[in-house]
């Protein structure tokens, strides 16, 4: 573990409203003024290509494909499984849709419109930067189990994305993050945190634009609706150290879209009822009641999962997915919140907790031994 500095002058306002250093009134006003100039392109919009491709097809195949996996896999032959409610942009998406297994793929498991398109504004908080490639995220984490697919597709073009490595990260069912120490995120006197890799990490999309992570169902904490945070790497430029457990360049990090993606709260209910959730003594923010998300379906984004239930009951598991359309020819810089070198986590003192090109309200603390400018981190990254 490396601490570059200590986390002070957070502010009250910070506080109340999140994790400490991520002020989500502050994170809502960028995305509000970003969104402005945004013309959202869903899926629906790319269907017929996608259709005549056969990309569609195959979506359909490896999801139903997928379910039946995992279903064998845990001994589950319950018929009932649940799936979001398709209204288009519905801010809770309460479902009563019960479905089995003779429904129609095409039915149950097309793209639809799920779609997330919007500029890189902020990443939200607590991203950090050299993560380890893999699907499984759990580690020791307790929680209903997660099983994510994830789909690129090229705004411009309707053409998946492939080879792009996503980041992909979220809090544990208690409402912290990994690779962090801040007041407000789990015990703030706990420097270990910063070595902690829980339900972080990335993987690289495969020809049909598609990423697939295991992790638990994300918890929530206060100021937030439920949500997971991705970020895709510019196409092209990113490279894996002789590991092949990490990628290079962690310290000039680039991405070429950042979103969030939500969960019906019908879902999110009936998961926080279940252990460790229930546990969880932050304040709970309804979809509804979340000024991020109000702002992407105010313009016409939606960034909601589809879904089905492994059994009948919620603690077996959720399969879910997503189709996150993106400008794969975007590159922009981003300032993570800390790095995961070979020393262990180091923080970045200039990030102001996560946002794009160092942000205001940046941590202060010294500077590190050996004279090494500010902002700049003494750990060596994975090699």
């Not at 006197?189 to 697939?212: I, K, M």
């Not at 019908?266 to 546990?279: G, H, K, M, N």
């Not at 946002?355 to 941590?363: A, K, L, M, T, V």
Request: proline share 5%; net charge negative; aromatic share 6%.
């Amino acid at each position: 573990m490396v601490r570059v500095s200590a986390l002070v002058g957070l502010g009250l306002a910070a506080v109340a409203s999140a994790h400490p250093g991520h002020d989500v009134k502050a994170e809502a006003a960028e995305r509000a003024a970003a969104l402005k100039g945004i013309r959202a392109r869903g899926v629906e919009q790319c269907s017929t290509q996608l259709a005549a491709r056969g990309v569609e097809a195959n979506n359909i195949a490896r999801r139903e494909q997928t379910l039946k996996t995992l279903r064998k896999a845990r001994g589950l032959d319950g018929p009932l499984l649940k799936a979001r409610d398709l209204t288009p942009l519905n801010e809770t998406h309460e479902s009563d849709l019960v479905v089995d297994l003779a429904v129609d793929p095409e039915v149950l498991f097309s793209s639809g419109g799920s779609c997330v398109l919007a500029e890189d504004v902020t990443q939200g908080p607590y991203y950090v930067s050299g993560e380890l490639i893999r699907n499984n995220l759990v580690e020791d984490q307790e929680g209903v189990p997660l099983y994510l697919d994830i789909q690129l597709i090229d705004s411009n073009s309707c053409e998946p994305v492939p080879d792009v490595y996503i980041d992909f990260w979220h809090c544990n069912a208690t409402g912290v993050y990994s690779g962090v120490v801040a007041s407000g995120n789990g015990n703030s006197e706990d420097e270990s945190n910063l070595d902690s890799t829980f339900l972080r990490g990335l993987q690289r999309t495969d020809t049909l634009g598609v990423a697939s992570f295991h992790s638990i169902f994300p918890g929530h904490y206060t100021g937030r609706a439920t949500h997971i945070h991705v970020l895709s790497h510019p196409a092209n430029s990113t490279n894996v150290n002789r590991n092949n457990e990490t990628i290079t360049d962690i310290y000039s990090s680039k991405s070429s879209h950042v979103g969030q993606i939500f969960f019906d709260q019908d879902l999110i209910t009936q998961v926080e009822l279940s252990s460790p959730y229930a546990s969880n003594t932050q304040e709970l923010t309804l979809n509804a009641d979340d000024s991020i998300l109000l702002q992407e379906l105010n313009s016409d984004i939606d960034p909601f999962v589809s879904y089905v239930l492994l059994g009948d009951d919620i603690t077996e598991g959720v399969f879910a997915w997503v189709t996150v359309v993106v400008d794969s020819s975007a590159s922009t810089d981003v300032s993570p919140a800390a790095y995961y070198t070979e020393e262990g986590g180091v923080e970045n003192e200039n990030s102001g907790m996560g946002g794009f090109g160092g942000g205001s309200g940046s941590p202060g603390g010294e500077m590190p031994s050996g004279g090494v400018p500010s902002g700049i981190p003494t750990g060596a990254p994975p090699s």
